[in-house]
């Protein structure tokens, strides 16, 4: 007879693995709150914690959100419930009301992420896992290309995030779309496919069909990885600049009547990149508003470029050059 297990599939020790290393770094008494969709991701995800989360002592639960947007999803709901409770979790299937602010996709996800933290902050200490993908990351990095709207949205997701006080981990930002679909089928679990994600009205979808396997062709294999990992490379970069623009910043900002002051010199020292980061920054802190390329520009102007131009009208506040300083004020 032959004693030996039956080997694991790679794809199951894949995300097994993935879920163990992201499970180790986090409060040991955290529970884990499995944000669940029924669909391959999250429900791989979920399968990996039920089996993980025991072996490091913590508690798990799978929340499964009902946005009612659907006919079937309540139906979708209760059969994910099912197969979570299956796999050896405890279950909680919530019931939101979406708005429309922002539009129906925007409304849905601030409703569910609003459900998943409330489960989470009633079982605190706890964290939030989500079944985010490398393709997710990758379609991201792409569509903020397209935007062109720099490091903020190429640096993708992080792999651990906050959402008002609870940590939100995407263990899964390693793992390939293909991988969890394999994991479920190996493990024999059905999963939903969400009919939003063939509507190729969505910009994201014709990006997953069509755009993504266009670029694989013509250039070669491994493209979404590649963006991936532009994406945490960007990020440790931000991270750098944002560390580097809070220490320059409390030695060059003063308070000027209703705004800030910035000394020209001290622009004038930083490279570009920074002093632009400083001025989006500081208009973001001082008058919540965030500034196009191009309005960044133009404020560095006054700056590298000044022949005595005059105010400039920015959203929400002005900058203008007064001696020695740009006094950003409020219009
Ligand atoms: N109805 C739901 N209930 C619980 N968790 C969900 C639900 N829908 C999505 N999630 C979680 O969010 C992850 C990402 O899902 P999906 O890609 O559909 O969302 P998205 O809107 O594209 O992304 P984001 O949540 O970042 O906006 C899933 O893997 C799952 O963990």
Redesign the pocket.
């Known amino acids: 007879m032959d004693e030996r297990r039956p080997s694991l599939h790679p794809a199951v020790a894949e995300i097994r693995r993935a879920v163990r290393a992201a499970l180790a770094d986090l409060d040991p008494k955290a529970t884990v709150v ?6 391959a ?2 429900l791989a ?1 979920a399968a990996a914690v039920a089996f993980e989360a025991p072996r490091a002592r913590r508690d798990a639960l799978a ?5 009612g947007l659907q006919e079937a999803s309540a139906a979708v ?1 209760a059969s994910a419930a099912e197969t979570a409770r299956g796999l050896g979790l405890a279950v909680r299937v919530v019931r939101v009301d979406v708005g429309d602010e922002g539009g129906p ?1 925007a409304a ?2 601030s409703a ?2 609003g ?2 933290r409330t489960e989470a902050a009633e079982r605190a200490p706890a964290v939030i ?5 490398l393709d ?1 990351q990758a379609e991201t990095v792409l569509l903020g290309l397209a935007r062109g709207s720099g490091a903020a949205s190429l640096q993708g ?1 992080a792999a651990v995030s906050d959402l008002d006080g609870i940590p939100l981990v995407r263990p ?1 930002l390693d793992v390939r779309r293909e991988t969890t679909r394999a994991a479920c089928t190996a493990q024999g679990l059905s999963w939903w496919d ?1 009919p ?2 063939t509507d190729d009205r969505f910009a ?1 979808v014709r990006v997953r069909e069509r755009v993504l396997p266009a670029l694989e062709a013509e250039i070669g294999p491994g493209i979404a990885e590649a963006l991936a990992r532009t994406a945490t490379q960007l990020r440790e970069d931000a991270a750098a600049f944002d560390e580097m623009i809070a220490e320059t910043i409390e030695d060059i900002v003063e308070p000027a009547e209703a705004g800030i002051a910035v000394s020209v010199a001290a622009l004038a020292a930083n490279p570009a990149a920074l002093r632009h980061r400083i001025i989006r920054h500081v208009v973001a802190a001082e008058f919540h508003q965030s500034l196009t390329r191009a309005q960044t520009l133009e404020v560095a102007r006054l700056v590298t470029h000044w022949t005595g131009q005059g105010p400039i009208d920015l959203p929400g506040c002005r900058a203008a050059r007064v001696g020695g300083r740009i006094e950003i004020t409020a219009r």
């Open positions: 499995v944000a669940l969709s029924g669909g991701d999250s995800l929340v499964i959100v009902d946005h709901a996709e849905a996800r569910r992420y459900a998943l896992v989500t079944g985010h993908t997710d997701m899964l969400d939003h994600n994201r």
